[in-house]
């Protein structure tokens, strides 16, 4: 039923489950032990759920003799292998706080991390491709080097123990240090932990208990520690498998990073919530290395953000693949233009794929749709809210709830909302209403069935003149000439219309296409002042890890080349 108040919750759901996520893995290891639950391709190693479980068993074991427990904050620096997973059940199993850190952090952004969220154990690798992880952490604690006790420092009070391993070489990493403590050394200590004492942990956790810090994407200033729970994150990974209509049977190609919650829910809980399997293509993603790990493996869903679909389906090698086995996956991380879609849905075999909203604060996903929707709900927006969520559209500037139809921000409230960000109680308040509303700080509109289609960011909207323009609209449209590939489009100060529409446009490979003609392309198909004024072509975008757009670092590499448009804007939080 909806409400004449654009309010929307689903009846009729499935109970929420109540467990913490080491005691329903142990249920899904009981069911399916001779399942493969992960394959790492890189690190050529497969697991089966019971030798996955035994593995687990082994780190929480490690990690409990190492002294850390319950509410602990243990840090992983890494790239996707089958150890990230590993360390994130053992600290579920025994109540520690799993710290995400992105593996494209420096010195500057580690340390940050590292303080705030007060991290006591740090798990990483020793390098990946040019990143030396270790020399970047020798930046931060010369004291590692030295023969003495190196931690915790005055700098890093809180960190006691630093622990290396070596994706690439199972049977343990070359100390680089004096202060390192090996892989092969925390489970050597954990074969002094017995059975009884790790159960015993176990059994002292709460399903409301924290689990997780995840760090925002920061596509604004420095981002915030997210602070999520068993139940959270647990939850929100079962209620989208079932969406996907997810079983034992199915096999997930994982090209979206661990450390961020579309890889550690989406995918890796995902996964294991039903006893699927976990396919790891390559430590960071590779559109080919994705698309060879889909016809060698029979991946039967993929999962990624617009720009990674983008890249599998212009590979020189997309024909030579067989994705036959493909039938469903997630979209999700950034909008997705309607004509991307169709092309996922024919050329990549993706008949089932979802399109899905939601953000880190939310666990991740609120919105997905389905594979009953039809083609015009599946194209123009998100979905509805899962079970046990709930949904509402504000007016943006007296947060009143607005009626069905109108364009306001959009707010969720349910088991899936964060317990807060991690040591900053003003931001919380800030995000998090009085009566338990997050409020996204999306745009977007809800229809009288509770399907929701997102406008843009509140803080990306335009106003030139006094007329409203929503980016996420403009780029749509911009993505149907058949010689564009992918654009963002932003606003520029103006001193006479207040801002601007600016345009950074990338083109398909071989295709040809001028400023002025793309203008005139646009004229007659949407209002005059939605036009760009400015459009520059670009081979690449300022871009998270994750794969979301940096419009901000767009609006400062604009002003570098337009020194007349630099201004600060009044209007931008």
Known sequence: MV????????????????????RYFAQIVARFPGNEAVVSLPQQRRLSYAALGAA???VAKGLLALGYGKGDRIGIWSTNNIEWLLVQL???????????????????????????????????????????????????LPELTSGGQALPTPTFPDLRRVILYDPQDASGSVRPAAGFTLWQEMLAAG???????????????????????????????????????????????????????????????????????????????????VGACIVIPCEHFDAGAVLAAIASERCSAVHGVPTMFIAMLEHPRFGACDLRSLRTGIMAGAPCPPPLLEKVIADLHCGEILIGYGQTEASPI???TTREDDTQRRLQTVGRNL?????????????????????????????????????????????????????SGDLGVMDAEGYVRITGRLKDMIIRGGENIYPREIEDFLFT?????????????????????????????????????????????????????YIEFVNEFPMTVTGKLQKYRMQELFAQQHPQTKRQYSKKG
């Open 481 to 533: 000439h058949p010689a564009v590939a992918a654009v963002a489009v932003f606003g520029v100060p103006d001193d006479f219309f207040g801002e601007e529409v600016a345009a950074w446009v990338q083109l398909h490979a071989g295709a040809a296409l001028t400023a002025a003609e793309l203008r005139v392309w646009c004229q007659g198909r949407i209002a005059h002042f939605k036009i760009p004024k």
């Open 387 to 439: 079970p046990h969520q709930e949904v509402k559209i504000v007016d943006i500037a007296s947060a009143a709830t607005v009626p069905l139809g109108v364009t306001g921000e959009v707010c969720f409230r349910g088991y899936h909302v964060m317990r807060g960000y991690y040591g900053d109680a003003a931001a919380t308040a800030r995000a998090l209403d009085a009566a338990g509303w997050l409020h």
């Open 3 to 22: 409400a004449a108040d654009s309010y929307y919750h689903r009846g009729g759901e499935p109970a929420l489950l109540g467990d913490t996520i080491g």
């Open 90 to 140: 053992a600290t579920a199993q025994i109540g520690a706080v799993l710290v995400n850190i992105n593996p494209a952090y420096r010195p500057r952004e580690l340390a940050y991390a590292l303080q705030k969220s007060q991290v006591q154990c740090l798990v990483m690798i020793p390098r990946f491709r040019a990143s030396d992880y270790v020399a970047m952490l020798g930046e931060l």
């Open 191 to 273: 074969a002094a932990v017995d059975d009884a004492r790790l159960q015993q942990a176990g059994a002292a956790l709460d399903r409301d208990d924290p689990i997780n810090i995840q760090y925002t994407s920061g596509t604004t200033g420095f981002p915030k520690a997210v602070l999520l729970s068993h139940h959270n994150i647990l939850n929100n990974a079962w209620f989208s498998a079932q969406a996907m209509h997810f079983t034992e049977q199915d096999r997930l190609a994982v090209s979206v990073p661990f450390y961020h919650c579309f890889g550690m829910v989406l995918a890796n809980l995902l996964c294991l919530s």
């Open 366 to 368: 609120t919105h997905l």
């Open 56 to 58: 687990v068993a082994a």
